[in-house]
C-alpha cells in the first residue's frame, strides 16, 4: 500500500478499528512535507485526533518506537512536548505496511516572532531536552555526522545535472576542506539526540502554558 491509496475512508477506518470507537465523518488534511497528517474527530465526545501517518520505509518500527519512548520521558519529567496516545499498551500501528499514531490535538497557535521572554522559554525547553536525552547512551537513530550526511549530500550535488561543470571541482575542494575540519570536530564531541528539524512550524504557544516542541520524526 502507498500514499496513493490512503483515501479518507480507509484512513477513517484504520483509525476506528484503533481507538474502538466511531469517528465523526469529518476529515482535515494538515499540512505536513513528509509524512501525511488528518485531523479527525471522534463522533461520541467530539474530541479532536492528529493522526500521522509515517512515510513508508523512512524510518524502521524501532526507530519511531524510540521516538514515542523519548516523548513519553520528556513528558514525565513535565517537558512542554505532545506524545502520542497509547491504545492497548501500543502507540504504533500499521495500516498494512504504512506505520501511523493518533495523537491528541493541542491547542495553540504558530508564533511569528519570538519576544525576549518567548527565546528565554524556548532556550529553557532545548536545554532540558538536551540534559534529558544525553542520558540515553544507545540510539537506533541516524547519527548526524559529515560522512553520513554533508558527504551524501555534496555527492547529490556534484551529480546534479542543473551544476555547471566548472563549478563542481570547486565545490568538491570546498566543501572536502570543510569535511576535513568537521570530523576533527565531531571525533572530541559526544554525540546525543537532538530534534532534528527545530524550527518555528514546529513550535506551538499555548497562552497558559508556555511554548511546546512538536514534530519529533526527524530526530537524530
Not at 474527530?41 to 523512512?58: A, H, N, T
Not at 532545548?126 to 551524501?152: C, E, M, N, Y
Amino acid at each position: 500500500m502507498s500514499y496513493g491509496t490512503l483515501t479518507h475512508d480507509r484512513v477513517l477506518s484504520a483509525v476506528e478499528s484503533v481507538i474502538g470507537e466511531p469517528l465523526a465523518n469529518l476529515i482535515t488534511t494538515r499540512n505536513s512535507y513528509i509524512n501525511r497528517v488528518y485531523e479527525v474527530v471522534v463522533k461520541s465526545s467530539r474530541q479532536q485526533l492528529i493522526v500521522k501517518f509515517y512515510r513508508e520505509g523512512r524510518w524502521t518500527t524501532d526507530q519511531i518506537l524510540e521516538e514515542h519512548a523519548l516523548l513519553y520521558r520528556m513528558k514525565a519529567c513535565e517537558l512542554l512536548v505532545i506524545p502520542p496516545r497509547a491504545f492497548n499498551g501500543q502507540s504504533l500501528f500499521f495500516v498494512d505496511k504504512i506505520p501511523f499514531a493518533v495523537y491528541p490535538k493541542m491547542g495553540g497557535r504558530a508564533l511569528d516572532e519570538f519576544t525576549q521572554d518567548g527565546w528565554i522559554q524556548l532556550g529553557r525547553l532545548l536545554g532540558r531536552f538536551h540534559a534529558l536525552s544525553q542520558t540515553q547512551q544507545v540510539s537506533s537513530r541516524i547519527k548526524w555526522h559529515p560522512d553520513t550526511a554533508s558527504s551524501r549530500h555534496l555527492e547529490i550535488l556534484l551529480n546534479d545535472k542543473h551544476l555547471p561543470e566548472d563549478y563542481k571541482e570547486p565545490l568538491k575542494r570546498v566543501v572536502g576542506q570543510f569535511l576535513q575540519i568537521a570530523r576533527r570536530q565531531f571525533e572530541t564531541e559526544p554525540l546525543f539526540l537532538i530534534h532534528g528539524d527545530c524550527h518555528k512550524g514546529n513550535l506551538i504557544h499555548s497562552p497558559d502554558e508556555g511554548v511546546y516542541l512538536i514534530e519529533f520524526d526527524d530526530c537524530v
